[in-house]
């Protein structure tokens, strides 16, 4: 079953259109990645999902209302955090979760238990009397995620929710996130950090409001790069890459510390040339090997591709 | 709209409040200052003038004057001059308000029929205002004396003088002309809007400024549940806040609320409830808690203090201007309450400007959502 389906989804500004004409599902229970730079209208598609902002054209089901006439249902069954961890700073820890807790009317048995939720997600039991302004970024990230879903809604919309914070905690949050799935809670994140994407199910790349790529970082990776990446380990590498680029190998040729990276069109192959190549000449040849592109390289080349364009 | 989530709000409201004690103190300390500067340094009342006395008679008669002069309220003799030159540098220094000169002839012109016996006053005329009011003293005071003398003078030639006609002027609701009396009504109405209008305004803008109001606004709560329970605590602190304005001027400055104290704080209720809504219009206009502060201050502060007839009585002003004071819904809490407090009079008197003050609310919520509308629709 399908969380949300964002049909022909379209934000005009005045004359700048922020989200132009985006369409895709989400099925439930999926992580569910928007990546993009800052401008590219991931902020501006979670808000119109999140009821807060009308679309311009075209419409979405989330968790089967439409964002454009059933807004106030749409808010019943989302919850919501941004980068800026939106607490009380001035309230306690337990006045924070007394507060979303009373904007959501929780009655008070699913309340406590809530609560009780809440505080262990975040590792703060014993700990409800803090001024929440007092508390480490990291905990006041969990913090904050367990006020977004104290509702226990089916979707939760985490708008660049790791920002500024360590990596051990990004790590922790990341491990929340998926037992949020694992309850099969629809998660959607938007994140700048690459490595974030691996841990989603499905992905969109969006840039200028458009979508320009979209699946599984496994067809991501394979689908949008029409290339090969063959890596080089040998001695010694200077030389090595000025025999390469005598020869005209590749489309690219790039040195990583003492491996190098041969970037070469999919239908040819030149493993074959590389070592040909090399082998009549003084030179040490460890491996020749295809190696998986990560996704900062299909990302890079797609932004680029289409600027090109 | 919900009432427990609505309560979740004002819980939460109050919560940060009481833990603001820099705003506390504002809201509370504000009003005494105010209360203060207008109840005792603005005084417009004129008593005990500083009189110099310049006696060129040295008689019985002309020191008989200067004791009853000296005996009402109205005047305090400070010095006493020995020559003409000093008057200047008696005024000049501002040792006295006034001079009074005492001719050599005063005495005999005094006792002798149908002669005119003159007293002359310098009387400091930088101040306009008080320069008339002593003027008229004098002129009560000589009148009142000459009168007292001329029935005494009749009365040794064996005639008895009834008064002609006795004036006795009475000022309804304020007797004594004072001002704080006139003041207080004003000064509850400008301590009011300012502090529920800057407070309103401060807490919704940071709001804005946490990112809190955008989780706010994602969450379920609709946004008459989210103004309804963050203005209550403001609202409720307003209300106190009028009533410790009202004791301090009753404990301060004996003015007592004449008429009904329920009708009193209708009146109150109205007048917070608009200028929460002003502080709304104003948190909508600005994104920082600095501009807010001040746009809050200025728009609530001014209009009250100028146009309001606060201090400036609105039927001595331009016609223009007459239109320009319906702008503030504190020309209509004002009236409401002088007619309240000072006259004590029933509502058939002041319904309309209780009428009027109601559609201020209504106005600047209108106001406020139409602005709303369109700056998510450009953001």
Redesign the interface.
């Known amino acids: 079953m399908d969380s949300i389906e964002v049909n022909n989804l379209t934000k005009k500004f005045g004359g700048f259109t922020a989200v132009n004409n985006v369409s895709f599902k989400v099925k439930r229970g999926e992580i569910f990645g928007f990546l993009g730079a800052n401008g590219a209208g991931k902020t501006t598609t979670i808000k119109m999902l999140c009821g807060i902002l009308t679309p311009s054209s075209g419409d979405a089901l989330v968790a089967g209302f439409s964002v454009k006439d059933q807004p106030d249902m749409v808010k019943r069954n989302i919850g919501y955090m941004s980068q800026k961890f939106s607490l009380y700073n001035d309230l306690t820890v337990s006045e924070n979760i007394e507060f979303f807790g009373g904007v959501y009317g929780l009655e008070s048995k699913l309340f406590l238990e809530r609560k009780k939720w809440a505080l262990e997600i975040a590792g703060l039991r014993g700990k409800e009397k803090t001024i929440t302004g007092d508390l480490p970024g990291g905990i006041k990230q969990r913090l904050a995620l367990g006020t977004a879903v104290i509702h226990k809604p089916q979707i939760v919309f985490l708008d660049e929710p790791t920002s500024g914070v360590d990596p051990i905690a990004r790590r922790q949050f990341w491990e929340l996130i998926n037992q949020l799935a694992q309850e099969d809670i629809t998660v959607i994140v938007t994140t700048h950090y690459l490595e974030e994407a691996e841990y989603c199910n499905s992905l969109i790349l969006m840039d200028s409001g458009e979508i320009i790529a979209r699946g599984n970082v496994f067809e991501l990776k394979n689908n949008y790069l029409n290339k090969t990446i063959y890596e080089i380990e040998c001695e010694p590498t200077l030389l090595t890459l000025e025999i390469l680029e005598e020869n005209n190998i590749g489309d690219e040729i790039t040195m990583y510390g003492n491996t190098i990276h041969v970037i070469a069109p999919k239908k040819d192959d030149v493993e074959l040339t590389i070592r040909n190549a090399l082998s009549s000449q003084n030179i040490l040849l460890k491996s020749v090997k295809k190696i998986q592109p990560t996704l900062d390289d299909v990302f890079v080349h797609l932004l680029e591709s289409k600027n090109e364009t | 709209m919900?009432l427990?989530?609505m309560?979740?709000?004002a819980?939460?409201e109050f919560?940060?409040l009481l833990?603001?004690k820099r705003l506390l103190f504002v809201i509370f300390f504000f009003p005494i200052l105010l209360l203060v500067v207008f109840g005792y340094a603005i005084n417009f009342d004129v008593q005990h003038v500083k009189l110099a006395v310049l006696d060129r008679d040295h008689s019985p008669e002309s020191r008989l004057l200067l004791e009853k002069l000296n005996a009402t309220v109205y005047f305090d003799v400070v010095k006493t001059l020995d020559s003409p030159s000093e008057i200047d540098e008696a005024i000049n220094r501002k040792i006295a308000q006034a001079v009074m000169v005492i001719p050599p002839d005063f005495s005999k012109n005094v006792n002798t029929p149908l002669k005119d016996a003159k007293l002359q006053f310098v009387i400091d005329g930088i101040d306009g205002n008080t320069a008339t009011i002593i003027k008229n003293y004098v002129d009560t005071f000589t009148e009142l004396y000459s009168a007292r003398l001329n029935a005494k003078f009749l009365n040794r030639l064996g005639k008895v003088i009834t008064p002609t006609i006795s004036v006795t002027p009475l000022f309804e609701f304020n007797p004594d002309l004072r001002s704080t009396v006139f003041l207080l009504p004003g000064l509850i109405a400008m301590i009011l809007i300012v502090t529920a209008s800057v407070t309103v305004a401060l807490s919704f803008v940071r709001e804005k400024e946490?990112?809190?109001e955008?989780?706010?606004?994602?969450?379920?709560?609709?946004s008459i549940e989210l103004i309804i329970g963050k203005s209550l605590p403001f609202i409720l602190v307003s209300v106190i806040n009028a009533a410790m304005v009202l004791l301090a001027g009753y404990l301060l400055f004996g003015v007592a609320v004449k008429g009904s104290l329920l009708l009193l704080a209708l009146a109150v209720l109205i007048f917070v409830i608009a200028s929460t809504a002003l502080g709304i219009l104003v948190s909508v206009i600005s994104d920082s808690q600095q501009v807010a502060f001040q746009l809050a201050s200025l728009i609530s502060m001014l209009p009250s203090l100028i146009l309001s007839g606060f201090i400036f009585p609105i039927e001595s002003m331009p016609k223009i201007i007459q239109l320009f004071t319906n702008l503030t819904p504190a020309t209509f809490f004002i009236k409401a309450i002088r007619a309240i407090i000072l006259k004590g009079v029933g509502l058939q008197n002041f319904w309309p400007q209780l009428v009027y003050l109601s559609l201020f609310p209504i106005i600047l919520f209108g106001l406020s959502s139409a602005i709303t509308k369109r700056k998510?629709?450009?953001?």
């Open positions: 919900k427990n989530k309560r979740a709000v819980k939460k919560k940060q833990r603001d946490h990112g809190t955008e989780q706010l606004r994602v969450s379920s709560l609709n998510m629709d450009r953001a």
